[in-house]
C-alpha cells in the first residue's frame, strides 16, 4: 500500500524557536494532504488542508500564522510551528488521500511528536 | 454534519478474550467507514474498511467489523484478543463523493490483562 513518512518523528524545541515538519508521500503523488493534532488520550483534531501550489485551507480556530503550511510538491507538504510554546507540544500527524481512489481512503504518516520547553 | 460516537473510552478484556468495540454513526446516506488502531507513539493503521457489499468485512490482525444500518453501526470485533492489541482504536467516516477528511470518533483504549 502506499506510504506516508513524517520527519523528524520527534523533536524537542525551547519556547520562541521555529520547528519544521515535513510529510512525505513515499511512492504516489498528493495534491491534498491534511494536517492533525492529536491530544493525549485524544482523537484526531484537523488543523488544515494543504493544497500542492496553492495555499493552505484552515479549519477554524487554527492559527495560519502560527503553522505555516507549505505543499511544494506533489509528494511533499511541510508544516512550520512558529514561535513555538509548551502550548504546542503535542503529537502532529498527516495524511493524504489513496491515488486514484474513488472511496476517499487516507494514508496516515507515522506522526511526530513535538515537546516545547 | 456527519458525527461519529464511540461510548467506550476504555475497554478491558482479559487475553483470549473476545473482542466488541462500538462505533455509531450519524450521516444521512452510508457513508464510507474505517477502523483505525493506533499504539502508543505510533500513527494510525488501517484495520479495515466498509465501502459497499458484503457487510461483515475483514480487516489485519484477525480483526472483523459488522455494518448494520439499521443501527447505524460499525462494530470492531475479535474473537481473541492478544496482549499485542492493546491500543487506541479509532472509528472514522468519509462522506461519499464529498472531500476526503474523515471524521474520527474519539477513540477507545483497549487494555489486555494477561
Known amino acids: 500500500g502506499a506510504v506516508v513518512s513524517q520527519h523528524p518523528s520527534w523533536v524537542i524545541c525551547k519556547s520562541g524557536t521555529s520547528v519544521k515538519i515535513e510529510c512525505r508521500s513515499l511512492?504516489?503523488?498528493?495534491?491534498?494532504m491534511f494536517w492533525y493534532r492529536q491530544f493525549p488520550k485524544q482523537s484526531l483534531m484537523l488543523m488544515a488542508t494543504s493544497n500542492e501550489g496553492s495555499k493552505a485551507t484552515y479549519e477554524q480556530g487554527v492559527e495560519k500564522d502560527k503553522f505555516l503550511i507549505n505543499h511544494a510538491s506533489l509528494t511533499l507538504s511541510t508544516l512550520t510551528v512558529t514561535s513555538a510554546h509548551p502550548e504546542d507540544s503535542s503529537f502532529y500527524i498527516c495524511?493524504?488521500?489513496?491515488?486514484?481512489?474513488?472511496?476517499?481512503?487516507?494514508?496516515f504518516g507515522p506522526g511526530t511528536r513535538l515537546t516545547v520547553l | 454534519a456527519q458525527s461519529v460516537t464511540q461510548p467506550d473510552i476504555h475497554i478491558t478484556v482479559s487475553e483470549g478474550a473476545s473482542l466488541e468495540l462500538r462505533c455509531n454513526y450519524s450521516?444521512?446516506?452510508?457513508?464510507?467507514l474505517f477502523w483505525y488502531v493506533q499504539s502508543p507513539g505510533q500513527g494510525l493503521q488501517l484495520l479495515l474498511k466498509?465501502?459497499?457489499?458484503?457487510?461483515l468485512v475483514q480487516g489485519i490482525k484477525g480483526f472483523e467489523a459488522e455494518f448494520k444500518r439499521s443501527q447505524s453501526s460499525f462494530n470492531l470485533r475479535k474473537p481473541s484478543v492478544h496482549w499485542s492489541d492493546a491500543a487506541e482504536y479509532f472509528c472514522?467516516?468519509?462522506?461519499?463523493?464529498?472531500?476526503?477528511?474523515?471524521?474520527f470518533g474519539r477513540g477507545t483504549s483497549l487494555i489486555v490483562h494477561p
Open positions: 472514522a467516516v468519509v462522506e461519499p463523493g464529498g472531500s476526503y477528511i474523515p471524521t
Open positions: 495524511s493524504a488521500p489513496a491515488a486514484g481512489s474513488s472511496y476517499n481512503e487516507q494514508f
Open positions: 450521516y444521512g446516506a452510508t457513508p464510507y
Open positions: 511512492d504516489f503523488q498528493a495534491t491534498t
Open positions: 466498509y465501502f459497499s457489499g458484503d457487510t
